[in-house]
């Protein structure tokens, strides 16, 4: 069974940083891609950033690109999204995802795509 640990959500005000932090169990994390997703409320998730299992190949949602950065961590299991520049309409839950392949593609960005999720982290940005 594969759990998923999101930490490092918070209050930050506008054009403040934020790292999101996304533990995983098992030992197989290094052979899956990972992704996060966000959810604002009255919303649907929406993709955020994904990652290969080697962590060469990224790819991110347009209105993130140049302030977020996915990056992982396979000998602590871990992967992570530093948030930068971040501004109100980055509200949300954060929820981390692992995919069910570990390669990226053009179906990285849906949830369809992934099988495993995290509680998620709350991230909040104020004006």
């Known amino acids: 069974q594969v759990q998923l640990v999101e930490s490092g959500g918070g209050l930050v005000q506008a054009g403040g940083s934020l790292r999101l932090s996304c533990a995983a169990s098992g030992r197989t994390f290094s052979t899956y891609a990972m992704g996060w997703f966000r959810q604002a409320p009255g919303k649907e998730r929406e993709f955020v950033a994904a990652i290969s299992w080697t962590g060469r190949s990224t790819y991110y949602r347009d209105s993130v690109k140049g302030r977020f950065t996915i990056s992982r961590d396979n000998a602590k299991n871990t992967v992570y999204l530093q948030m930068n520049s971040l501004q109100p309409e980055d509200t949300a839950t954060y929820y981390c995802?692992?995919?069910?392949?570990?390669?990226?593609?053009?179906?990285?960005?849906?949830?369809?795509?992934?099988?495993?999720w995290g509680q998620g982290t709350q991230v909040t940005v104020s004006s």
């Open positions: 995802a692992r995919a069910k392949l570990g390669i990226l593609s053009i179906t990285s960005t849906s949830t369809e795509n992934y099988d495993y």
